[in-house]
């Protein structure tokens, strides 16, 4: 498969994705000979629409990847969510969801063939690695940003996908939850710590160096001329650990 231009056009639609009894809804761009998939798990308290990844988003398509946006709760679950916070922080729900989304994407006719990651946000970066460790043939590499893998709990020593832990050098109990996570998993991984970045990365620079990570790390996990190189040295993918790395 060809590698998308930077700015090339993308095919872009509103989607609906079954999830047992209810329907989730998603925004799903494909650029021109996209190289590759990009799932989002939103944080807690967030949505298809949050400004944040969306912005991530924007940048991946500009670096050839497609992305799928999509709600992992449904408009009563959120608005239910917002009086009782029940939901947000239930990892276990939004990890299904998430593989419910990747089960659509495996049969899409138009995303089928594409090679899939996941980014994860806060609370959705443990749903990620939930999901990745439950589909590992499915997920071909994951981003979190400022996320919470600690949820993940157990589970992380089961992810095989390769893993980029992104942390606000100023988000001083997530950065140690990550650090844990780090330790624990027995893949290719690394954490970046992000300079004077907060949570949200509302700091001048500091999303768009969240995206420019996210889109390096995906387009060399994500790429179909490195998964087939991979696959013909007959090399088994290599762990690194990187203890913490701030750039």
Known sequence: ?????????AKERSVLIPVSSLTLEGDLSIPKNALGLVLFAH??????????NRHVARVL?????????FDLLTEEEEAEDLIRGHLRFNVGLLSTR????????????????LTRGYFG??????????AAAGR?????AIVSRGGRPDLAGPILSKV???????????????IDMNQDALNNLRVEKRLVIVPGATHLFEEPGALEEVARLSADW?????????????QTSGKKQRRKTVQSETI
């Not at 498969?1 to 056009?9: C, H, Q, V």
């Not at 807690?44 to 949050?50: D, Q, W």
């Not at 606000?168 to 997530?174: A, H, K, S």
């Open 61 to 69: 398509r500009n670096k050839g990847l497609a992305t799928l946006l």
């Open 218 to 230: 995906f387009v060399s996990h994500l790429s179909s001329k490195t998964n087939d190189s991979l």
């Open 43 to 52: 944080g807690s308290g967030s949505s298809r629409n949050s400004p944040r």
């Open 121 to 130: 946000a806060s609370t959705g970066a443990a749903a990620a690695l939930i």
């Open 160 to 174: 095989k996908a390769p893993t980029l832990l992104i942390v606000g050098e100023r988000d001083y109990t997530v």
């Open 98 to 113: 998430l593989i419910a989304a990747t089960d659509w994407v495996m049969k899409d006719e138009d995303t089928r063939n």
């Open 136 to 140: 590992p043939d499915a997920v071909k």
């Open 1 to 9: 498969m060809a590698r998308g231009k930077p700015g090339s056009s």
